[in-house]
């Protein structure tokens, strides 16, 4: 083996140690939990309700206002990518978390 070899196989190891915990590319999709739905498209969330909402993001959070005429109504959400397969919700006057999941494909 070349000491080239040993380096690029060492700094592959030590990328895959080092790395940290891997997270979804984005927050960006349709999540579901116990029947409910919500889509986040950039900026913008879709509630469970319908309603179109601006909200704050970056690559793995959101988060947004309980618009009026909702449950919870002038509360924070914030969504958390913990990986590929879920986010945890949490609601800003709550202690507990709800975990979200991609929703599954439609069927015809």
Request: one cysteine or more; glycine letters at 8%; a negative charge.
């Amino acid at each position: 083996m070349t000491i080239k070899s040993v380096f690029v196989l060492l700094t592959s190891a030590l990328s895959i140690i080092a790395g940290g915990p891997v997270q979804a590319d984005a927050i960006d999709g349709t999540s579901c939990h116990k029947g409910q739905r919500v889509k986040i498209e950039g900026p913008i969330i879709i509630t469970p309700s319908g309603k179109w909402v601006e909200g704050e993001h970056d690559r793995h959070e959101f988060s947004y206002k309980i618009p009026a005429c909702e449950k919870y109504a002038g509360e924070t959400v914030d969504f958390v990518v913990q990986h590929d397969t879920l986010a945890h919700k949490t609601r800003s006057c709550s202690s507990q978390f709800e975990e979200w999941e991609p929703c599954p494909a439609p069927t015809s």
